[in-house]
Protein backbone atom coordinates (compact mmCIF):
# COMPACT_ATOMS: atom_id res chain seq x y z
CA UNK A 1 0.00 0.00 0.00
CA UNK A 2 1.84 3.19 -1.12
CA UNK A 3 2.25 5.92 1.60
CA UNK A 4 -0.45 8.27 2.48
CA UNK A 5 -0.32 11.54 3.97
CA UNK A 6 -4.11 12.85 4.18
CA UNK A 7 -6.47 11.01 4.13
CA UNK A 8 -10.08 11.74 3.70
CA UNK A 9 -13.45 9.24 4.61
CA UNK A 10 -16.62 10.52 3.19
CA UNK A 11 -18.96 7.72 5.08
CA UNK A 12 -22.83 7.24 4.23
CA UNK A 13 -25.67 5.54 6.25
CA UNK A 14 -24.03 1.72 4.75
CA UNK A 15 -21.16 2.63 7.60
CA UNK A 16 -23.61 2.55 10.80
CA UNK A 17 -26.14 -0.48 9.00
CA UNK A 18 -24.82 -3.45 10.91
CA UNK A 19 -25.09 -1.55 13.90
CA UNK A 20 -28.84 -1.70 13.16
CA UNK A 21 -29.66 2.26 12.11
CA UNK A 22 -31.76 1.74 8.63
CA UNK A 23 -30.40 3.35 5.35
CA UNK A 24 -32.31 5.39 3.28
CA UNK A 25 -32.86 3.98 0.16
CA UNK A 26 -32.07 0.20 0.88
CA UNK A 27 -35.52 -2.74 0.52
CA UNK A 28 -37.38 -1.12 3.83
CA UNK A 29 -34.92 1.94 4.18
CA UNK A 30 -36.70 5.41 5.83
CA UNK A 31 -37.70 6.99 2.55
CA UNK A 32 -39.72 3.32 1.70
CA UNK A 33 -41.12 4.67 5.21
CA UNK A 34 -41.44 8.29 5.22
CA UNK A 35 -41.95 10.57 1.84
CA UNK A 36 -38.64 12.59 1.94
CA UNK A 37 -40.75 15.94 1.34
CA UNK A 38 -42.59 15.52 4.49
CA UNK A 39 -39.85 14.78 7.16
CA UNK A 40 -36.92 16.21 5.12
CA UNK A 41 -37.31 19.85 3.80
CA UNK A 42 -38.62 22.75 5.10
CA UNK A 43 -41.56 23.00 3.35
CA UNK A 44 -42.59 19.56 5.40
CA UNK A 45 -41.50 21.31 8.38
CA UNK A 46 -43.84 24.33 7.83
CA UNK A 47 -46.93 21.97 7.11
CA UNK A 48 -46.58 19.45 9.92
CA UNK A 49 -43.77 19.88 12.36
CA UNK A 50 -45.37 17.72 14.81
CA UNK A 51 -44.88 14.89 12.10
CA UNK A 52 -41.06 16.06 11.32
CA UNK A 53 -40.56 16.27 15.53
CA UNK A 54 -41.72 12.76 15.47
CA UNK A 55 -39.42 11.31 12.73
CA UNK A 56 -36.61 12.99 14.77
CA UNK A 57 -37.35 12.05 17.99
CA UNK A 58 -37.97 8.43 17.27
CA UNK A 59 -34.44 8.52 15.57
CA UNK A 60 -33.15 10.44 19.09
CA UNK A 61 -34.42 7.74 20.81
CA UNK A 62 -32.62 4.40 18.67
CA UNK A 63 -29.39 6.14 19.40
CA UNK A 64 -29.61 4.32 22.17
CA UNK A 65 -30.14 0.65 21.38
CA UNK A 66 -27.27 0.73 18.77
CA UNK A 67 -23.29 0.53 19.39
CA UNK A 68 -20.42 1.10 17.11
CA UNK A 69 -19.93 -1.89 14.55
CA UNK A 70 -16.39 -2.45 13.27
CA UNK A 71 -16.16 -0.16 10.55
CA UNK A 72 -16.95 3.04 12.86
CA UNK A 73 -13.93 1.64 15.57
CA UNK A 74 -11.63 0.84 12.77
CA UNK A 75 -11.65 4.73 10.96
CA UNK A 76 -11.11 5.28 14.67
CA UNK A 77 -8.10 3.37 14.68
CA UNK A 78 -6.62 4.82 11.74
CA UNK A 79 -7.53 8.61 12.86
CA UNK A 80 -5.18 7.33 16.02
CA UNK A 81 -2.40 5.25 14.48
CA UNK A 82 -1.86 6.93 11.00
CA UNK A 83 1.45 9.16 10.84
CA UNK A 84 -0.49 11.88 9.02
CA UNK A 85 -4.05 13.71 8.72
CA UNK A 86 -7.17 11.80 8.90
CA UNK A 87 -10.54 13.75 8.02
CA UNK A 88 -13.84 12.45 8.58
CA UNK A 89 -16.85 13.82 6.65
CA UNK A 90 -20.11 12.31 7.23
CA UNK A 91 -23.51 11.92 5.90
CA UNK A 92 -24.61 10.55 8.95
CA UNK A 93 -26.62 12.32 11.59
CA UNK A 94 -25.84 9.51 14.36
CA UNK A 95 -23.20 9.98 16.60
CA UNK A 96 -21.72 6.35 15.99
CA UNK A 97 -18.38 7.54 14.50
CA UNK A 98 -17.72 9.23 18.10
CA UNK A 99 -18.87 6.61 20.39
CA UNK A 100 -16.39 4.79 17.71
CA UNK A 101 -13.68 6.71 18.98
CA UNK A 102 -12.90 9.20 15.79
CA UNK A 103 -12.96 12.59 17.11
CA UNK A 104 -13.34 15.87 15.16
CA UNK A 105 -16.12 14.25 12.73
CA UNK A 106 -17.32 16.62 10.41
CA UNK A 107 -21.31 16.01 10.45
CA UNK A 108 -22.27 17.52 6.70
CA UNK A 109 -25.85 17.00 7.38
CA UNK A 110 -26.53 17.83 10.84
CA UNK A 111 -26.56 15.51 14.12
CA UNK A 112 -29.64 14.09 15.26
CA UNK A 113 -27.94 14.52 19.12
CA UNK A 114 -28.25 18.56 18.40
CA UNK A 115 -31.29 20.79 18.53
CA UNK A 116 -31.30 24.23 16.84
CA UNK A 117 -32.82 27.40 18.35
CA UNK A 118 -34.72 29.48 15.16
CA UNK A 119 -35.07 32.53 17.05
CA UNK A 120 -31.49 32.84 18.04
CA UNK A 121 -29.00 30.59 16.27
CA UNK A 122 -28.18 28.82 19.46
CA UNK A 123 -27.23 24.71 19.02
CA UNK A 124 -27.31 22.53 21.73
CA UNK A 125 -26.18 18.75 22.36
CA UNK A 126 -30.11 17.48 22.65
CA UNK A 127 -30.32 13.47 23.58
CA UNK A 128 -34.06 13.74 24.33
CA UNK A 129 -37.47 14.35 22.51
CA UNK A 130 -38.10 17.99 21.87
CA UNK A 131 -40.86 19.93 20.17
CA UNK A 132 -42.18 23.34 19.11
CA UNK A 133 -43.18 23.49 22.83
CA UNK A 134 -39.68 23.49 24.18
CA UNK A 135 -38.69 26.34 25.57
CA UNK A 136 -34.17 27.03 23.75
CA UNK A 137 -32.51 26.94 26.72
CA UNK A 138 -30.65 30.54 25.87
CA UNK A 139 -33.41 33.10 24.85
CA UNK A 140 -36.74 30.79 26.14
CA UNK A 141 -38.27 31.11 22.99
CA UNK A 142 -40.18 27.92 22.24
CA UNK A 143 -38.32 27.61 18.26
CA UNK A 144 -36.31 24.47 18.30
CA UNK A 145 -35.85 22.49 15.22
CA UNK A 146 -33.42 19.74 14.75
CA UNK A 147 -30.15 20.56 13.80
CA UNK A 148 -30.36 18.84 10.55
CA UNK A 149 -29.61 19.89 7.08
CA UNK A 150 -32.89 19.37 4.73
CA UNK A 151 -33.40 19.06 1.08
CA UNK A 152 -33.00 22.54 -0.51
CA UNK A 153 -30.74 23.67 2.57
CA UNK A 154 -26.91 24.02 2.64
CA UNK A 155 -24.94 21.13 4.36
CA UNK A 156 -22.50 22.31 6.91
CA UNK A 157 -18.43 22.48 6.72
CA UNK A 158 -18.50 23.26 2.76
CA UNK A 159 -15.57 25.24 3.04
CA UNK A 160 -13.31 22.72 5.44
CA UNK A 161 -14.94 19.89 3.20
CA UNK A 162 -13.19 21.96 -0.25
CA UNK A 163 -10.04 22.16 1.12
CA UNK A 164 -9.76 18.72 2.74
CA UNK A 165 -10.83 17.18 -0.61
CA UNK A 166 -8.16 19.41 -2.87
CA UNK A 167 -5.49 18.44 -0.16
CA UNK A 168 -6.47 14.60 -0.10
CA UNK A 169 -3.80 11.81 -1.04
CA UNK A 170 -6.45 8.92 -0.51
CA UNK A 171 -10.02 9.61 -0.74
CA UNK A 172 -11.95 6.67 0.40
CA UNK A 173 -16.05 6.36 0.33
CA UNK A 174 -17.94 4.01 2.12
CA UNK A 175 -21.77 3.42 2.94
CA UNK A 176 -22.69 5.72 -0.05
CA UNK A 177 -25.46 5.28 -2.37
CA UNK A 178 -23.74 8.04 -4.46
CA UNK A 179 -27.46 9.49 -5.17
CA UNK A 180 -27.33 13.06 -3.27
CA UNK A 181 -25.11 16.03 -3.83
CA UNK A 182 -22.85 17.68 -3.54
CA UNK A 183 -21.26 14.41 -1.18
CA UNK A 184 -21.50 12.59 -4.60
CA UNK A 185 -19.52 14.77 -6.26
CA UNK A 186 -16.69 14.66 -3.73
CA UNK A 187 -14.78 11.80 -5.74
CA UNK A 188 -14.54 13.84 -9.25
CA UNK A 189 -13.48 17.34 -7.00
CA UNK A 190 -10.98 14.83 -5.57
CA UNK A 191 -9.73 13.43 -9.23
CA UNK A 192 -10.12 17.19 -10.81
CA UNK A 193 -7.43 18.67 -7.70
CA UNK A 194 -4.57 15.75 -8.25
CA UNK A 195 -3.26 12.12 -7.84
CA UNK A 196 -5.21 10.83 -5.30
CA UNK A 197 -6.43 7.63 -4.97
CA UNK A 198 -9.88 6.74 -4.44
CA UNK A 199 -11.68 3.80 -3.06
CA UNK A 200 -15.09 2.86 -3.04
CA UNK A 201 -16.29 0.85 -0.42
CA UNK A 202 -19.97 -0.21 -0.16
CA UNK A 203 -21.98 -3.30 -0.35
CA UNK A 204 -22.96 -2.92 -3.89
CA UNK A 205 -21.21 -0.41 -6.55
CA UNK A 206 -22.75 3.35 -6.02
CA UNK A 207 -23.82 4.91 -8.73
CA UNK A 208 -20.69 6.84 -9.06
CA UNK A 209 -18.47 3.24 -8.89
CA UNK A 210 -16.89 4.30 -11.99
CA UNK A 211 -15.38 7.55 -11.10
CA UNK A 212 -13.25 5.41 -8.08
CA UNK A 213 -10.10 3.70 -9.18
CA UNK A 214 -10.17 1.12 -6.89
CA UNK A 215 -13.88 -0.80 -5.62
CA UNK A 216 -14.22 -2.98 -2.73
CA UNK A 217 -17.61 -4.59 -2.59
CA UNK A 218 -19.04 -6.42 0.68
CA UNK A 219 -20.20 -5.08 4.19
CA UNK A 220 -18.11 -2.22 5.75
CA UNK A 221 -17.63 -4.14 9.01
CA UNK A 222 -15.67 -6.45 7.58
CA UNK A 223 -13.99 -4.18 4.42
CA UNK A 224 -13.08 -1.58 6.74
CA UNK A 225 -10.92 -3.06 9.46
CA UNK A 226 -8.95 -5.09 6.98
CA UNK A 227 -8.80 -1.73 4.31
CA UNK A 228 -7.02 0.21 7.76
CA UNK A 229 -4.95 -2.63 8.38
CA UNK A 230 -3.61 -2.25 4.94
CA UNK A 231 -3.16 1.26 5.27
CA UNK A 232 -1.39 0.65 8.17
CA UNK A 233 0.67 -2.00 7.05
CA UNK A 234 -0.50 -4.12 9.90
N1 LIG B 1 -21.83 -2.15 4.28
C1 LIG B 1 -21.50 -1.29 3.28
N2 LIG B 1 -22.42 -0.62 2.55
C2 LIG B 1 -23.72 -0.84 2.85
C3 LIG B 1 -24.13 -1.73 3.88
C4 LIG B 1 -23.12 -2.39 4.60
N3 LIG B 1 -23.42 -3.25 5.59
N4 LIG B 1 -25.50 -1.72 3.91
C5 LIG B 1 -25.91 -0.88 2.95
N5 LIG B 1 -24.85 -0.35 2.31
C6 LIG B 1 -24.84 0.61 1.21
C7 LIG B 1 -25.99 0.45 0.26
O1 LIG B 1 -25.63 -0.46 -0.78
C8 LIG B 1 -26.16 1.87 -0.28
O2 LIG B 1 -25.36 2.06 -1.45
O3 LIG B 1 -24.99 1.88 1.79
C9 LIG B 1 -25.62 2.75 0.84
C10 LIG B 1 -26.70 3.54 1.55
O4 LIG B 1 -27.26 4.41 0.62
P1 LIG B 1 -28.41 5.43 1.09
O5 LIG B 1 -29.44 4.68 1.86
O6 LIG B 1 -28.80 6.20 -0.12
O7 LIG B 1 -27.69 6.38 2.14
P2 LIG B 1 -26.71 7.59 1.83
O8 LIG B 1 -25.92 7.34 0.58
O9 LIG B 1 -25.96 7.85 3.08
O10 LIG B 1 -27.75 8.80 1.59
C11 LIG B 1 -27.18 10.08 1.43
O11 LIG B 1 -29.38 11.03 1.37
O12 LIG B 1 -31.51 11.11 2.16
C12 LIG B 1 -30.30 11.73 2.22
O13 LIG B 1 -29.52 13.02 4.00
C13 LIG B 1 -29.74 11.70 3.61
O14 LIG B 1 -27.42 11.57 4.26
C14 LIG B 1 -28.42 10.96 3.46
C15 LIG B 1 -28.11 11.12 1.98
Redo the contacts with the bound molecule.
Sequence with gaps: MAKFDHIVILT????S??SGVA????AG?L?EQHR?EDV?TPEGFQRNPALVYDFYNQRRAKLGTVEPNGAHTALARLQAEHNGRVTLIT??VDNLHERGGFSGVMHM?GELTKARCMACASVHQWMDAFDGATPCPTCTHTALRPHIVWFGEMPFHMDMIADALGDADLFISI??????YP?AGFVQEVRARGAAHTVE????P?AGASLFAECRHG???TLVPDFVDEILGD
Excluded at 12 to 15: D, E, K, Q
Excluded at 23 to 26: A, L, M
Excluded at 175 to 180: A, D, K, L
Design positions: GAGVAETFRDGWIAQNHGTSGNVAINLESPAA
